[in-house]
């Protein structure tokens, strides 16, 4: 079925009107017509109408279902329905991740002609002047990004739960500027550096006098990002006396400030993250059920750097660009083989700051082996020992080896530490 050069006019004309690139396809994969955001989007010298969308978008030779990717124009030809998914395309200033809604579009007798695609850009790369770093191409990654893309362009609470260092202060960013609040401000709270006497001063601001060496008025954090994105990090760290009020602003969308009975409308999108398990916390009764109910309504799990090794080339690739821009630095075969079997505690804050290092100790421009820490050796060490213990712990522990305390004599050790093991060893089994 073919569309008709009239309709596909009208069709071009209302897409010309949208600010987001728009493109649109047969069931060939063909590429019929676009709008000038997208002719400005993608490189258009060789011209784009009859190429394969999959040869712009991705270089590929192949559609993206026969290359190993979701391809949305694939699954609405068997769907018969909108379809979205979150893709990696080349654009002139590098690879950027792109959130993607298609459209079948029906004639009257409900055959579908064409196919009408939305591109959104999230900005991990394609401004790096304002970006954060959002680097990867691994399938927990392009998981987590598509969560990102789902629920950036709403106002929606988000709840960001990881390791230290995994970058949970960079989604944050990313789900700000990619929302409707971009250009307003992004306020980012420590949550576990603010004394307790101090939180509510802080969050809400206070009046002249409210309490001693209050002199003057102060504005809160609340306030000053009104119209834009508060960002709550380590927020299972916020005092008990504190989550009340918090949940208050959740709920109602108002505060106080500290010594005033005025009551405050605050604009604001709220982000928070940690990295403690609330769920725990909320069962212990260290943290207020409803409070964590109103911050989980969209959850996003960070994924840590071990879950993610197939990104840890182009992560430290682009990391050396950043720590050392003005010197052209490349690796050593042995430096690349230790940064992807090295096991990263501190996730991808721990890679930068490793890569810093190794930049200063870097003399010729070629990171090799002796750049990088000593640690790893006696962290490799460790780990053999504790497998060897452990070892050592299943042969000895039969059933005729009743007493503990007799065991642990045996192996050099108290009975607090032996059972610390025993007990690490069947979390483990």
């Not at 399938?139 to 893309?149: C, E, R």
């Not at 990002?225 to 109602?252: C, H, N, W, Y």
């Not at 769920?279 to 959850?299: C, H, I, K, T």
Request: hydrophobic share 40%.
């Amino acid at each position: 079925m073919s569309i008709q050069a009239h309709p596909l006019a009208e069709l071009i004309s209302l897409l010309d009107a949208k600010t987001e690139p728009h493109v649109v396809f047969d069931r060939q994969y063909r590429i019929l017509a676009a709008n000038a955001a997208y002719r400005n989007l993608v490189d258009c010298s060789t011209g784009l109408v009859g190429r394969y969308c999959y040869e712009i978008s991705h270089h590929y030779q192949v559609p993206c279902d026969q290359a190993g990717e979701s391809c949305p124009l694939a699954m609405s030809m068997v769907s018969g329905k909108p379809e979205r998914v979150l893709h990696l395309h080349y654009t002139p200033r590098g690879e950027e991740y792109v959130d993607i809604e298609l459209i079948p579009i029906r004639d009257a007798t409900q055959q579908v002609v064409c196919y009408v695609e939305k591109m959104l850009h999230l900005p991990g790369s394609q401004d790096k002047a304002r970006a954060p770093l959002m680097v990867g191409k691994a399938p927990a990654f392009q998981h987590m990004m598509g969560l990102v893309a789902r629920v950036a362009v709403s106002d929606a609470t988000v709840l960001l739960h990881g390791e230290s260092g995994t970058g949970k202060e960079l989604i944050a960013q990313t789900l700000h500027l990619s929302g409707r609040r971009a250009s307003a401000p992004f306020i980012a709270v420590d949550c576990s550096g603010i004394p307790e006497p101090l939180f509510e001063s802080e969050l809400f601001g206070h009046e002249r006098g409210a309490f001693t060496g209050a002199t003057t008025r102060k504005i809160g954090l609340v306030e000053t990002a009104s119209g834009g994105t508060l960002f709550l990090d380590e927020v299972g760290e916020i005092p008990l006396s504190m989550q009340v009020k918090l949940l208050r602003l959740l709920e109602t969308g108002t505060y106080r400030r500290v010594g005033s009975n005025e009551i405050r409308r605050a604009d604001i999108r709220i982000i928070s993250a940690t990295h403690r398990p609330l769920l725990q916390m909320v069962e212990e009764g260290s943290f207020r059920a409803d409070l964590y109910y109103r911050l989980n309504v969209f959850p996003i799990e960070v994924p840590p750097l071990r879950e993610r090794r197939e990104d840890i080339p182009l992560l430290a690739e682009t990391l050396l660009h950043r720590v050392a821009p003005d010197r052209s630095i490349r690796f050593a075969a042995e430096a690349l083989d230790w940064l992807n079997a090295y096991h990263y505690q501190g996730n991808v804050r721990e890679l930068r700051n490793i890569l810093e290092r190794a930049s200063l100790l870097c003399d010729d421009g070629i990171i090799t082996r002796e750049h990088l820490p000593a640690e790893s050796r006696r962290q490799d060490l460790r780990q053999t020992a504790e497998a060897a213990l452990g070892d050592e712990f299943s042969a000895l522990l039969k059933p005729a080896t009743a007493n503990r305390k007799q065991l642990a004599r045996q192996l050099g050790l108290s009975e607090r530490t032996l059972y610390r093991r025993l007990a690490k060893l069947k979390n483990n089994a």
